[in-house]
């Protein structure tokens, strides 16, 4: 798709003149009981399969099946499950572990940077070729980029950097949805005057950046960097393709690979990996739901000033 | 541009490059001998008429016309009901229901994918204890709507989210003079609410109608539940797959990896198109 096609298919909504209304300021209406309920039921769908891996992490193989499993069974062996999960095959899940971290952190960290960098480019200056990059960007959204994976995996192997972390980390690196989402917050957080006050002060246009833009964007960054690092943590299709040394693995495809093992015809019954892939599914979900927990304010209203307003 | 230039060179790698390597792969057929021979649009005739792929195509077409849906109408009445300021523990809700977008979509089908099995799955502890007799949901009959369970259950809350973000920019004085007609809150929501959410709903609808092409992670893992039941094509995403990795046919593979792009970038704009329509109508 090109500049000309697209600019025209996302016109801006009118951008509303204020910013989001604080709720506590508007007048409190009763409270609805069935809407609770209903959101109490929503609540609970999201939960139990949650509350599930929890209970069952605590147990072993034999309750595993023996026991109701949203309740404790007999006996606590969830650190047992832990230390197994840690130490067995060498630790190897350890070694998972790190290469997600580093993986997000290289790959959703990059792509953020990246995305914040060109998005407040697009946003505040104008150069040849701005509604051509623009437009590619937004046709890029909708690449999927799992269709990508396979190509992705034949040109990374012709230039040999297949099997290394670099074959995770470059396709992380480019996020379209994240550079369109930065330049709208862009254009809202950063306004012109200030920068014009900074370049009459002789700040260079970096520094403009790294002193003043970068603390603006800061919601917007940070809203970013939580769907980038959504996307690496939980990557699991591309880096199937493009790794097959276990050493190099995430978390998504090594503990895939021991449900294969453990419910495979290969290995048969003797092989029980039910109680690690569990707990090692626990160990995965937790950062990511810490760090959406913990930076609450931050990724909300940047959402709610940036992802919605096309 | 030199703010830009850093983005650029990441998309030309991971992006241009691929898809355009996807496209010239994909006009040729690995020879015999070795070494590629240039067949034209060969691969692609052969994808047209492709049973294995159609069943593929045909599957997550049934699966976005019903999971999307669901979810999406899921994810309104959410919005809609934080957004009506009468509800109580709002904020719980609000990050309660988006937790499962942070968990990987690995966990997801390993967790269901227990949770639905015959073994220790909590849905036949359920059944059982209730002695009511609950069908296989790994069975082939029940597969697809099992799916369609587990991406509905991750992605509900986000896009509830995305929604209840752009409720909020709703400008107040809309609500003041409806209320001064007398509107009650379910008048606003259907007059001022859902319309002024056209824009967000478009973009979750695109989304999703990329997400449900490009199903892979869930039926890849559950496979290993199920293998009877979950085959090499089950979506075109795991038919390429299983094209480039276990039958070598690299060519091939890149003409349906470049074919689905396509079906989606054609869907999506299509969907588009009709919405603006719409909205033009009004």
């Keep these: ?310 | 541009m030199l703010f830009v230039s850093p983005f650029l060179l990441a998309f030309a790698f991971a992006i241009a490059a691929p898809l355009l390597y996807a496209a010239y792969l994909s006009l040729f057929r690995q020879g015999l001998v070795g070494g590629n021979v240039f067949v034209g649009l060969d691969n692609y005739s052969r994808a047209l008429s492709d049973a294995l792929l159609h069943t593929g195509l045909i599957r997550v077409a049934i699966f976005l016309a019903v999971q999307v849906p669901v979810m999406l109408g899921m994810a309104l009445l959410a919005a809609l009901a934080l957004d009506s300021g009468r509800l109580r523990w709002a904020a719980l809700f609000r990050i309660g229901i988006f937790i499962p977008y942070a968990v990987p979509a690995v966990v997801a089908a390993l967790m269901w994918g227990y949770i639905y099995g015959p073994r220790f799955g909590l849905v036949h502890q359920i059944g059982s204890d209730l002695s009511i007799p609950l069908p296989d949901l790994l069975s082939h009959s029940w597969m697809l709507a099992s799916i369609g369970n587990i991406t509905t259950w991750e992605y509900t809350g986000y896009n509830m989210l995305i929604l209840y973000a752009a409720l909020r920019s709703v400008p107040y004085e809309l609500y003041e003079a409806a209320e001064v007609d007398g509107a009650g809150e379910i008048r606003k929501a259907v007059s001022i609410k859902i319309p002024a959410l056209r824009q967000a709903l478009l973009l979750c609808t695109i989304f999703s109608i990329i997400g449900s092409f490009q199903l892979f992670n869930e039926p890849n893992v559950l496979q290993a539940l199920a293998p009877g039941v979950i085959t090499t094509n089950y979506t075109p995403n795991m038919y390429a797959f299983n094209l480039a990795f276990n039958g070598q046919e690299y060519n091939y593979s890149a003409a349906i990896a470049v074919v689905l792009g396509g079906v989606t970038a054609v869907v999506a704009y299509a969907v588009q198109l009709w919405t603006n329509r719409q909205e033009r109508a009004l």
């Design chain 1, 1 to 310: 798709m090109s500049a000309a096609t697209t600019a025209p298919d996302r016109p801006p909504v009118a951008t509303p003149s204020r910013r989001p209304r604080q709720r506590p300021a508007r007048p409190r209406s009763r409270a609805s009981t069935s809407l609770t309920v209903a959101m109490v039921l929503m609540l609970a769908y999201t939960l139990v399969p949650l509350l599930w891996l929890v209970m069952s992490s605590t147990k072993n193989s034999q309750s595993l099946f023996s026991s109701f499993g949203l309740w404790f069974g007999n006996g606590f062996s969830f650190f047992h499950n832990v230390h197994e999960v840690l130490t067995y095959d060498n630790g190897i899940y350890v070694r998972w572990l790190g290469n997600t971290v580093l993986y997000a952190v290289v790959g959703a960290g990059g792509a953020a940077a990246l995305a914040a960098l060109g998005g407040y480019g697009l946003a505040k200056y104008s150069f040849r070729g701005k509604r051509m990059v623009f437009g590619m960007v937004i046709g890029a959204i909708t690449v999927p980029t799992t269709a990508l994976a396979v190509p992705t995996y034949l040109l990374f192997s012709k230039i040999g950097i297949v099997n290394t972390p670099w074959a995770v980390i470059i396709p992380a690196l480019a996020s379209p949805f994240g550079l369109y989402l930065m330049r709208v917050y862009a254009l809202e957080a950063v306004p012109d005057s200030l920068l014009e006050a900074a370049r009459i002060d002789g700040a260079s246009e970096l520094r403009t950046f790294f002193t003043i833009s970068l603390r603006l964007l800061a919601p917007g960054f940070v809203t970013v960097l939580l769907f980038t690092l959504v996307a690496t943590w939980n990557n699991y299709f591309l880096p199937l393709i493009v790794l097959n040394n276990p050493k190099w693995f995430p978390l998504t495809v090594g503990l895939s690979q021991w449900n294969s093992q453990t419910t495979g015809p290969q290995t048969g019954a003797t092989l029980d990996l039910y109680p690690m892939v569990i707990t090692g599914s626990l160990l995965a979900v937790v950062p990511l739901v810490v760090a959406f927990l913990l930076l609450q304010r931050y990724w909300q209203s940047g959402l709610a000033a940036g992802s919605v307003k096309q």
